[in-house]
């Protein structure tokens, strides 16, 4: 293919860049699929995943990258350092591939206490340590006094694909059945909370942790049953689902008592008018597996550490076509979308 | 979890939707006006309309306090903060409401200093750690929100703080409710009565409906069970040829209200002779506005207030469609140039407006499944 033939038509016409545009949702999606696809890479209508395969000199890897940008740094559970390997190691893991080695570029902000950046600096080789990913390349920038809420963290990661699964929206088909490795909204909520507007108290923490592990475990188990997976961060489980639908244009009919979520999660966003599958995860991932595959997938989970709670969340169907449809065991029935803009809290 | 589990018992809910079914005249068509902007939010959240038979309706009532606000309101808050050292304070149900030159959001992607809060009070501990700035409090709301709103002018004014002042678009849900009766293009048979509201008001309010139109009202709460139960109790009472109001909200909603609630209310506030409604137009005696002994903390006194009005697009049906005399999906322009991502009126905008619930929920649901039929 040229790189005439290749390139695609911009379509993001946008007047400005909003907070909605990094929300993870339908604003996110436009952006890059109207401006940066057609004029990076130039295929915006191929599904774009977590990470990207590539082939060099025959060799088989996985590329991606990440940007954090939180507030607060610290937060019960976690911290920007630990999110920022975790993310990574999850992008890749999702997309089939073990981390091996990790690039990270530090955008500082003049006045950051030393206490707070030696902090992170250890938060990412322990969880570089624990994910088994080295970190072997970096950079850093130092930006005026108020202008990068004390830091951000960005990380690229190069992986090897783990042997016996080949993950691909289109290989998805009616029947399959979507997995959800333990219970949504941990992280979302409590960076809500941890920022200090709301007077709630709760044992929330940010579920934020390597997936690999429940990966290899899934992969030994049910490899050739997987079809798809991803982790659910900004846009919650909502926006990926709806993604996928989109790409293998077909539907997502999920049952929404089977989805595993702590109380907390559940009674703060009842109080705050947000949908729990809106809500960003950090320790989580979906999976599509071949009907036949689901039950040893989900054992191989359960039985690892920390997959305790997956467990089927929903089936994908003929219709309703590209959407995610939610039904109660009372028969009502909802469509769920992606996440619009940043989820805003309901109060009157 | 408690207190909400058991009102979402499957056992109960298909109980309940079977004992609907089996009241319902199958030679009558119901038209039923829920007129809380949450319960329209629950009922298509919890697919509640499935459960229903196809000859009870439900209607749309105007209870959504963001999408009865006329644009000019929006302008002429966004103006106010527009000047140098005023922080804009509002719900976050705010955030997304388009104005003329754009949303809340969008004037603080271009760089007001725009905050979401949680409750007014929020809003004057702004004022208290910000004390080179002025805090405006963009109050929306109909008695639900406003004992609050009257609570924190009530400590602002006792603790002397002077940067704070209210924007008041504070509303009352009985001449919003009279005003729709009083259309001639509405043929309601009974109404789902506001929850949270009531818990301030009680329900004595509501007992002109039954005396002058002679239409049953059952204060409802806002779990599935809440909603069908209400249902239940009116179709009763139709059944039963009566018309008066009853609670099904007991757990909340106390039949005289909250006193101490509409105390601050009086003492805070006082009816505006008139005021501009989206699509309902101008509803006299339907508003709140500050009374002068807090001149000093209502923002339209402070500062020179543009007295923006705003027509909205014509092609845009939000009037009918907040009245109920229209569907979401009847207007020109559901789904079309009017969507979540780029909403034209504040019904696609509110989580409780109906547009935006419809949209969300529920028209794919149909839109699929006939697209299907088609191409199968």
């Known amino acids: 293919m040229t790189a005439a033939t290749r390139v695609s038509p911009v379509r993001f016409r946008d007047a400005q860049i909003e907070m909605a545009h990094g929300a993870g949702g339908k604003a996110s999606r436009r952006l890059v699929e109207g401006l940066f696809a057609p004029l990076l890479y130039g295929a915006a209508h191929e599904p774009l995943s977590d990470a990207a395969l590539l082939s060099i000199n025959g060799t088989s890897l996985a590329i991606t990258t990440d940007g954090f940008v939180v507030n607060p740094l610290r937060f019960p559970g976690g911290s920007i350092g630990e999110l920022a390997v975790n993310g990574t190691v999850n992008d890749l893991a999702v997309s089939g591939a073990r981390a091996q080695a990790m690039a990270v570029t530090y955008v500082l902000e003049a006045g950051l206490s030393m206490e707070v950046l030696h902090a992170e600096v250890l938060a990412m080789a322990h969880a570089a340590q624990r994910a088994g990913v080295r970190i072997v390349s970096g950079d850093t920038k130092v930006v005026e006094h108020g202008k990068a809420d004390g830091m951000y963290i960005t990380t690229t990661g190069i992986g090897s694909l783990i042997r016996g699964v080949n993950i691909n929206s289109n290989s998805v088909r009616p029947g399959d059945k979507v997995l959800l490795s333990g219970p949504i909204g941990d992280h979302g909520i409590t960076i809500l909370l941890a920022r200090g507007d709301l007077d709630f108290k709760t044992e929330l923490r940010s579920d934020t942790r390597s997936v690999l592990p429940l990966v290899e475990a899934l992969v030994a188990a049910a490899g050739p049953g997987i079809r798809w997976m991803r982790d659910p961060t900004r846009g919650g489980v909502a926006t990926s689902l709806n993604e996928l639908a989109r790409d293998c244009r077909l539907g997502v009919v999920l049952d929404e008592d089977q989805i595993p979520m702590h109380d907390a999660v559940r009674g703060a966003c009842e109080l705050l008018g947000l949908d729990p599958l809106h809500i960003a995860n950090e320790g989580q991932f979906l999976v599509v597996v071949a009907p036949e595959y689901s039950d040893a997938a989900i054992n191989a989970l359960n039985l690892s550490a920390g997959g305790e709670n997956a467990c089927a969340i929903g089936t994908i169907c003929m219709e309703p076509l590209g959407s995610v449809l939610v039904t109660t065991s009372y028969g009502g029935r909802r469509i769920v979308d992606m996440l619009v803009g940043d989820p805003l809290p309901r109060i009157c | 979890m408690k207190f909400v589990d058991e009102f979402r018992e499957p056992e109960l ?364």
């Open chain 2, 13 to 376: 809910v298909i109980r309940t939707a079977e004992e609907i079914r089996r009241l319902a005249d199958p030679s009558r068509h119901y038209r039923v006006m829920e007129v809380c902007g949450g319960h329209t939010h629950a009922i298509y959240r919890f697919g509640l309309k499935d459960l229903l038979p196809e000859n009870i309706e439900l209607i749309h009532g105007p209870g959504c306090p963001v999408c009865v606000l006329p644009m000019g309101r929006i302008d002429d808050g966004l103006a106010l903060a527009q000047q140098t050292d005023v922080i804009f304070a509002a719900f976050g149900d705010m955030m997304r409401v388009p104005g003329t030159n754009g949303s809340p959001l969008e004037h603080k992607a271009r760089g007001m200093d725009v905050r979401i809060v949680y409750s007014p009070s929020d809003a004057l501990k702004l004022a208290r750690t910000n004390p080179n700035k002025h805090v405006m409090f963009f109050a929306i709301g109909f008695e639900t929100t406003a004992p609050s709103t009257a609570l924190t002018l009530m400590r602002a004014k006792a603790e002397g703080i002077r940067n704070f002042s209210v924007f008041s678009n504070h509303v009352t849900i009985i001449p919003a409710i009279r005003a729709i009766l009083d259309s001639p293009d509405m043929r309601l048979d009974a109404f789902i009565g506001p929850g949270h509201v009531s818990t301030v008001i009680g329900c004595r309010p509501y007992e002109w409906i039954v005396k002058d139109q002679y239409k049953p009202i059952v204060i409802s709460g806002f779990e599935p069970l809440d909603i069908l139960q209400s249902v239940v109790m009116l179709l009763r009472q139709l059944q039963a040829g009566e018309a008066k109001v009853e609670n099904q909200y007991k757990r909340v909603v106390p039949w005289e209200g909250n006193r101490a609630a509409l105390h601050a209310l009086a003492e805070v506030f006082q009816l505006r002779p008139y005021f501009e409604w989206r699509g309902l137009g101008f509803i006299s005696q339907s508003a709140l506005r500050i009374r002068d002994a807090y001149a000093e903390w209502d923002s339209e006194r402070r500062f020179e207030v543009p007295g923006v009005r705003v027509t909205d697009p014509k092609a845009a049906q939000c009037g009918e469609v907040l009245k109920g005399v229209l569907k979401p999906h009847q207007c020109k322009l559901f789904g079309r140039e009017c969507t979540p991502e780029h909403p034209i009126g504040a019904l696609m905008v509110s989580s409780e407006g109906s547009c935006a619930a419809y949209y969300n929920y529920e028209h794919r649901k149909t839109a699929t499944t006939s697209r299907l039929g088609r191409t199968a």
